[in-house]
């Protein structure tokens, strides 16, 4: 059960990419939960559609099923700063992968009209996503464990580790009813990167670099604006190269 000291907010957000930097909220749904007694009562609960001022892109919509033509005439973020303010000033908050994304991604809109997200002292924010890789460890031995009900033995010896891992493998296609090659099994892995060390990754019609300080610019914003260092990147960094030259012909 959970115990709340103060207002708890649970939040989530859609937007027209997945870097908090640079996306615009499309949507916002928000639930206020205050403490009564031992437990919590639901106090304010906000579904919103929010107009990003810019088309939704056509991955965005056929994730969340939201449209450019939905999202016009919806209030922009900076009318609703107001209301969601006061939902917000008092409380922790919490969401699914809300640390990585959610809520930096409410911090820049609140940035873009000029405004920070107002916060109680040592605000909180709850993220179940990172509550399960607590409770839930990805070690081989957790999951060998985890999949099979017994114990690893000689854990870190290397024919056990490689038996076990094939182990999970096989148990992890049995659970989710997968049927795969290595390969489908590798794109599956990667999501929207690239590449395995997650350096390139799909933003709708666009491939954006994830490292360096240029990280959240696309391929072709790099190449214009900054030659040097995409030179330098498509020289140096092998494993990128195919994929530079996939998304553009002229690289």
Avoid at 43 to 51: F, G, H, I
Wanted: charged share 30%.
């Amino acid at each position: 059960m959970l115990h709340l000291e103060r207002p708890l907010v649970f939040l989530d957000l859609e937007a027209t990419g997945t870097d908090p930097k640079e996306a615009r909220i499309v949507q916002i749904a928000l639930q206020r939960f205050v403490p009564t007694g031992d437990g919590a009562t639901l106090d304010r609960e906000v579904d919103q559609l929010v107009d990003p001022e810019t088309d939704v892109p056509a991955a965005v919509t056929e994730l969340t099923g939201i449209t450019t033509d939905d999202v016009r005439g919806q209030p922009a973020f900076n009318t609703l700063v107001d209301r969601l303010s006061p939902l917000l000033a008092d409380a922790d908050l919490a969401g699914y992968n809300a640390i990585a994304y959610d809520v930096p991604l409410l911090t820049a809109e609140y940035e873009r009209v000029g405004r920070t997200v107002p916060a109680p002292p040592e605000r909180v924010v709850l993220d179940p996503y990172r509550l399960e890789q607590v409770l839930r460890p990805r070690t081989l031995t957790a999951l060998y464990e985890r999949y099979t009900g017994s114990e690893l033995e000689d854990a870190h010896d290397a024919l056990a580790d490689v038996t076990a891992a094939g182990t999970v493998l096989q148990h992890q296609l049995a659970e989710h009813d997968l049927q795969a090659t290595p390969a489908e099994l590798a794109d599956l892995t990667r999501g929207d990167y690239l590449d395995d060390g997650r350096k390139l990754r799909r933003d709708g019609d666009a491939v954006v670099v994830c490292f360096g300080k240029h990280s959240g610019k696309s391929l072709r914003e790099l190449r214009s604006d900054h030659p040097g260092y995409f030179e330098w990147m498509y020289d140096t960094i092998d494993e990128l190269r195919p994929h530079i030259d996939a998304e553009l012909d002229d690289a």
